[in-house]
């Protein structure tokens, strides 16, 4: 379909199958108790399979960012009984595995098994909780792949400009360095991971979901059982709020000879408990949050600038931002750009039309439900919930929100929070092929990697 000029083109004709069934969402059967270690247990049943999924979420903010992660990577390679290689061999044997990760605010350990093995499952768990050893050889063996990987990542340009954006959004905040340098890493040693498990890895403000083919009540018995001798009140590792996103000038990263810009934008949002979040998730989908999006139609289809352009809607407890990302070829980086304030200038001032608003209504509802549909999904939905204070109910909250927004609600929402005058913007890229054709846009600031 022809366009003229992006200010004139007209919605796609392009039909999305209906995502949307009629009946409400049927939550599934749950429980949950909080134990007296201070640990909260929530156990769904979803009998697909004869399998358990299982989440557990530790506070962790504050910590020490290279010991940190370095404990997230090492934290399964053995107890005092068992070495890494009896840890995993006992978890295949119930048909599953371990393994854990780190984000700002919480260590994560996700794991499944056969529904018969959910007590093995636990019971190591809890070994590695309660006993984990740190060996020398494996923590070394560890601290060597995360700083290769570290190396890696630190030449890819997709990281390079977020690194550049959360700084650029956070200053000061823990928020804005998530990432420890290999230099840092390389200094960590087994005493300290030992020393900062003993301190944060405790139950206190914690919570384990457990989701499958399971007796509910019987599942956090059995996890009361195994884990009854984890103990300890939570370190307090709350961060404070995020700061407002302060506007100024376009931060260029050079990057000497890319070929590609990438190209980053942080705009203010709102948690999922605030009654406009609704609202503006879906003034997200209207702007660029899925492939039917007005921003994608210019960029990626209409213009051919780039391939996979996305934003999204970003939650940390201590704050939300809403974050756009593409890589667009050096030579079109000023277009890329003029385009995207465009689409984000239309949508903080015309309401999206009634079909447009409908199309983005059913993928966002659609989403959901898939996201629900299977154990390892609904698990990782109830988990993070959880660790925001939310239960599964909400699922049926937000899912009455987005049906009920009306335009009038999306307009006002996306003109509070979607103006291209709040962006704060991060180019990384070629900057003597691209800063003048940036200039003529807005202000441009140099910054070095």
């Known amino acids: 379909m022809r366009r003229d000029r992006p200010g004139s083109r007209q919605v796609s004709a392009r039909t999305l199958p209906d995502l949307v069934p009629d009946s409400k969402i049927k939550l599934p059967k749950q429980a949950e108790r909080t134990l007296s270690s201070g640990l909260t247990v929530i156990a769904i049943r979803r009998p697909a399979v004869p399998l358990v999924e299982l989440r557990l979420r530790i506070p962790f903010g504050r910590a020490p960012l290279a010991r940190a992660t370095l404990l997230s990577q090492a934290l399964f390679t053995g107890t005092a009984t068992m070495s890494s290689v009896d840890i995993a061999a006992e978890l295949q044997a119930v048909g599953g595995g371990l393994s854990a990760g780190l984000d700002p605010d919480r260590l994560l350990v996700t794991g499944n098994s056969l529904a018969s093995g959910l007590d093995r499952m636990l019971e190591i768990l809890a070994g590695v909780l309660t006993d984990a050893a740190y060996p020398v050889e494996e923590v070394a063996t560890e601290r060597d792949r995360l700083v290769d990987h570290i190396q890696v990542a630190q030449s890819q340009p997709g990281h390079l400009a977020r690194t550049a954006l959360l700084k650029r959004m956070y200053g000061r905040h823990p928020y804005a360095i998530q990432t420890p340098e290999p230099e840092q890493v390389k200094g960590v040693r087994p005493g300290q991971l030992r020393a900062l498990h003993a301190d944060r890895v405790r139950p206190g403000g914690a919570v384990l979901v457990l989701v499958g083919d399971i007796n509910v009540e019987k599942a956090i018995d059995a996890a009361e059982k195994a884990l009854g001798g984890w103990i300890g009140a939570g370190r307090d590792g709350n961060v404070p709020a995020t700061p407002e996103l302060e506007t100024g000038p376009l931060l260029l990263v050079d990057r000497p000879g890319s070929v590609q ?23 997200n989908m209207v702007f660029g949050g899925y492939f039917s999006s007005r921003w994608v139609e210019n960029i990626r289809e209409d213009k051919g600038y780039t391939y996979g352009p996305h934003t999204a809607i970003e939650h940390f407890v201590a704050g939300s931002a809403l974050v756009v990302a593409a890589e667009v070829a050096t030579e079109v980086t000023g277009p890329a750009l003029l385009e995207t304030l465009y689409e984000l200038g239309r949508i903080a001032s015309l309401p999206p039309g009634a079909d447009e608003l409908e199309q983005a209504r059913r993928y966002a509802l659609g989403t959901l439900r898939l996201g629900m549909s299977t154990q390892a999904g609904l698990a990782g939905l109830a988990s993070i919930y959880a660790s925001f204070g939310l239960r599964l109910s909400y699922l049926t909250e937000h899912s009455a929100a987005l049906a009920s927004a009306t335009r009038e609600q999306v307009a006002e929402v996306a003109a509070r929070y979607l103006a291209p005058s709040r962006a704060v913007t991060v180019v990384l890229g070629d900057a003597d092929r691209v800063e003048s054709g940036l200039a003529t846009l807005t202000t441009v600031e140099r910054g070095a990697q």
């Open 261 to 283: 810009s990438s190209m980053r934008m942080a705009l203010p949002a709102l948690p999922r408990t605030d009654p406009d979040y609704a609202a503006l998730q879906l003034a």
